[in-house]
């Protein structure tokens, strides 16, 4: 999704009266005009972005 997407998702979000915090289940990459702006994941649910999990539990 675009930032300016993301920014919209962000103010949805805001203004629900969600009770409990969003898990970023499903994240997509932010894109801006020329391309992925910033190697981040947006969260498609709520708008924030999330730091793409690289590796969870690296073993050494
Ligand atoms: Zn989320």
């Known amino acids: 999704m675009t930032i300016n997407q993301a920014a919209e ?3 949805k ?3 629900r ?5 969003c898990e970023h289940l499903n994240l997509e990459l932010e894109w ?5 702006s910033r190697g981040i994941y ?5 708008g924030e972005p999330v ?6 539990s690296v073993s050494n």
């Open 42 to 46: 947006t969260c498609i649910i709520c």
């Open 9 to 11: 998702l962000r103010v």
């Open 51 to 56: 730091a793409h999990k690289s590796q969870e």
């Open 32 to 36: 801006d005009d020329v391309g992925p």
């Open 13 to 15: 979000w805001k203004q």
């Open 17 to 21: 009266a969600h009770l409990s915090p």
